[in-house]
């Protein structure tokens, strides 16, 4: 075979195209498509690239640099993902550098170095626990405690240990943490150790943490439903002439148990499953039902993993760690850029989430979509399962594109909640209002509480107030740096913008006509935290949204204390709408929904109804009915009709109608270019140019441009264009040109202090 002397590098940086380096002799034939190499970029700085292919053509014209070395024993992406990376650049319009950024655990991805840093070892957290020192008999256990009736401390360690372990009740042992048992008999380390000595117990060590404790024996599926056992067939027969089949099943049907039934079969031919959930917080739950089938061969992969983690779960998807492989990811959006070596099944759960969108930075790409591409890749199936699905995926059901499988009722015959609009306007008039709560969410609350059940309350802003206000004048602090107001935060006493992050001290007089006493206007989570608190002052009430779980295991733990029935009233933004299975939840209260419905959005009232039916999804999801009350100005609005009746098809028809009328997706593809510039007049100047080669092309397709709502963050002012290119339109050409109009403005005179971004389907 001929030797290739060269190769083409990947390197992470928003500069088009690779890199043509020379393959040393001795690294010849070791180095391979998906290698990770050291090259120099520029003046002196070291960079990681990824071969993305080799040949023999010398480059003309240009000094040719060489490899300076090989930075693995194995090549660290494979052929799946390099055309994986190569679509996502195409497609998002973005360098493949900013795809490989995007896709490596940042450790494995050097930018600019001087010199190649030592990782950081991944330390697997180990834990220890406790078991016989051997195989007693039940009866000389009992012989064994008859002796240790002389040592009561020791005496209550092994009773609670066989306890603990299962023993008892002749079931197959479990493991016992050492911590656990502890703390179960009260008794100190000193006894355990006696214990030990006597060789009666024994100590070891199992890894934990995030992974599973793999002694643990894998319990056994359920049972499905008749409902579950046609739809499962269903999809299998739909998988026969389709790859992708979306599951529309109302909340608690049971789709996650269908779910698990098919990643037993895949897993079973010995091909890899990819879980996707739009948010990291939903993953607690799924993890410890998928874990308790799957076991040792269940990754977990989102952004809170810290770099080593990250490496090391990137080896076992790889195969490459002499740890166990994973078969099954549950992961957030970016688990999509593992490096899956055979497929078999995708599933994207709650489908129409937002979350799956990457808005910034490049790539701006859909993990759905994506999703779809790489299962495509791998000839695998894909699963889109929704209690409400997007248009979008709906009308490719609808098409035939999708196979199309739905769950009506739900699991067990449970009904779905009752729903009881409030019409807090009309209460506020009657002097009926108790804060921001209306005569029927509080007697539902009441139920609840005197019955032992627990309520959520969503509401989705956080902070204390949106904004504050002066009376006299109407003068309200914004952002220094952000065309928006400041929100109030009343925990830490400060206004922050939740663009930027700014945050000043709160305001004692007004900042336009000195008059002091400045009010507090439109209510966030934080402040229905302190009302619920004063209007139900025994209630055990907590809150989560982002504020309240910044830390690493904050959501579990707010989690756990919800399960164990330890909080009464959970205060939440959307993080609570979604995925939380609790037994005990009856009454969930959506405290103002024209916020939802109100949005400057396409898919403002697409979205305002999933939220709402994931919202109240949450209610009566065992015996007892769910009661959802949800707080509205506007009680006759179409929108919120639908969701008292749980109508979804109705939502999709007038939905589709609009988006026909309107010129909005599934009919048009969309295309955002947002221009950014700390000088407004440049910025105008720059984006009429644009504006202008674009409409020479796409004529009235292209609208704008235009200062966004937002139109200027951390001092940069923005303008929009958005193309709404017609169906027909080949994407590749629109793309094209879209490309070559960009890179004309580029090299306009001053055109370097200018920021470009561009986003396919920006929504
Ligand atoms: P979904 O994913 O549609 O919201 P889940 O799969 O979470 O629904 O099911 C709702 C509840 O019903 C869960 O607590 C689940 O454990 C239970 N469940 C669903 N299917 C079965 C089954 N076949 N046997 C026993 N319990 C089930
Ligand atoms: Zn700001
Ligand atoms: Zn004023």
């Known amino acids: 075979m001929m030797n290739n002397h060269f190769a083409d590098i990947i390197l992470p940086l928003a500069v ?111 834990e220890t626990f406790v078991k016989l020192a051997r195989d007693f008999s039940e009866s000389e256990l009992n012989i064994i405690l008859d002796k240790l009736v002389k040592a009561p401390k020791q005496y209550k360690l092994l009773a609670s240990y066989v306890d ?34 006597k060789k009666i117990l024994t100590l070891y060590t199992l890894e934990t943490g995030r992974l599973t404790d793999t002694e643990f024996p ?33 909340t608690s049907s049971g789709k996650t148990e269908i779910y698990i039934h098919l ?43 810290s770099n080593p983690e990250k490496v090391e779960i990137w080896n076992r998807v790889a195969g490459a760690d002499t740890a166990k492989e994973y078969q099954l990811i549950i992961g957030a959006r970016s688990a999509i850029f593992l490096p899956f070596r055979n497929l078999g099944l995708v599933i994207v759960d709650e489908e129409q989430d937002g979350s799956f969108k990457q808005h910034d930075p490049a790539p701006r790409y859909h993990a759905r979509d994506s999703a779809v591409i790489l299962a495509a890749l791998h000839k695998a199936k894909t699963i889109l399962g929704s209690a409400s699905p997007s248009i979008e995926s709906y009308n490719n059901a609808l098409s035939g594109k999708y196979g199309l499988v739905e769950l009506k009722e739900r699991y067990g015959l449970i009904k779905l909640p009752e729903i009881v609009l409030a019409n807090y306007r009309e209460a506020y008039r009657k002097k009926l209002m108790v804060s921001h709560f209306t005569p029927q969410l509080l007697e539902a609350i009441d139920n609840a509480l005197a019955n032992n059940e627990q309520v959520i309350l969503f509401q989705n802003r956080r902070g204390f107030s949106p904004y504050i206000e002066c009376p006299e004048c109407g003068w309200i602090p914004r952002c220094i740096q952000c065309a928006v ?47 619920i608190r004063i209007v139900f002052p025994s209630a055990r009430v907590a809150r989560m949204d982002q504020d309240t779980t910044k830390g690493k295991n904050s959501f579990e733990r707010l989690l756990k204390a919800l399960e164990e029935r330890q909080i009464d009233i959970l205060i939440g933004t959307q993080m609570i709408s979604k995925g939380l299975d609790i037994e005990n939840l009856t009454v969930v209260g959506i405290l103002n929904a024209d916020n939802l419905l109100n949005y400057p959005d396409f898919r403002a009232h697409e979205r305002s109804f999933q939220m709402m039916e994931q919202v109240s999804g949450r209610a009566g999801r065992r015996q007892k009915l769910g009661k959802v009350i949800i707080q509205t100005s506007d009680p006759d609005n179409k929108i919120i009709r639908l969701v008292l009746n749980h109508d979804y098809k109705n939502m999709f028809r007038i939905q589709v109608e609009e988006r026909k009328a ?17 000088n407004r007049s440049l910025l105008n100047g720059f984006s009429d140019l644009l504006g202008g080669d674009l409409k020479k092309v796409f004529g009235k397709s292209v609208l704008g441009p235009e200062f966004p709502l937002i139109s200027q963050v951390q001092l940069w002012y923005i303008k929009t264009i958005l193309i709404k290119l017609e169906r027909e339109q080949p994407m590749a050409r629109a793309r094209h040109f879209i490309a070559e109009a960009i890179e004309k403005l580029e090299k306009e005179k001053g055109a370097s202090a200018l920021r470009i971004a561009v986003d396919v389907d920006p929504y």
Not at 52 to 81: C, E, K, M, W, Y
Not at 172 to 189: A, D, F, H, N, T
Not at 218 to 245: H, M, W
Not at 267 to 294: D, W
């Open 16 to 126: 088009k195209g690779t890199f043509t380096y020379m393959i040393p002799d001795e690294l010849t034939d070791k180095i391979v498509p998906g290698s990770r190499v050291l090259v120099q970029f520029g003046n002196r700085k070291l960079y990681s690239g990824i071969v993305s292919g080799l040949h023999d053509n010398t480059p003309s014209g240009i000094n040719i640099r060489s490899i300076n070395r090989l930075l693995d024993p194995f090549p660290v992406v494979n052929a799946f993902q390099l055309k994986f990376w190569s679509w996502i650049s195409d497609y998002y319009m973005c360098t493949i550098g900013e795809v490989m950024k995007a896709a490596l655990p940042s450790d494995l991805c050097l930018e600019g170095v001087t010199s190649v840093p030592v990782p950081e070892k991944y330390k697997p957290r180990e």
């Open 164 to 197: 603990l372990s299962g023993y008892a009740l002749g079931m197959q042992v479990k493991p016992v943490r050492k911590s656990l048992l502890i703390k179960e008999s009260s008794s100190s380390p000193a006894s355990i150790d006696g214990l030990v000595r």
């Open 218 to 250: 894998a319990e056994p599926l359920k049972v499905l439903s008749g409902a579950q056992n046609t739809a499962l067939y269903s999809i299998t027969e739909i998988f026969r002439d389709k790859d992708i089949s979306l599951l529309h099943g109302v």
């Open 263 to 305: 990643i037993e079969e895949v897993l079973k031919k010995g091909r890899q499953v990819l879980y996707l959930l739009p948010e990291i917080s939903l993953t607690a739950q799924i993890i410890q039902r998928l874990n308790k089938h799957f076991g040792a061969v269940t990754g977990i992969y989102h952004s809170r993993f």
């Open 485 to 531: 107001s400041l929100t109030y935060h009343k925990g830490i006493g400060r206004m922050v913008c939740h663009y930027c992050g700014f945050s000043t001290s709160i305001p004692s007089q007004c900042g336009n006509c000195h008059s002091p006493g400045l009010s507090a206007r439109g209510f966030g989570t934080e402040k229905i935290e302190d009302e």
């Open 662 to 678: 309107f010129n909005y997706p599934p009919f048009r593809r969309l295309i955002k270019i947002s221009l950014r510039h700390k």
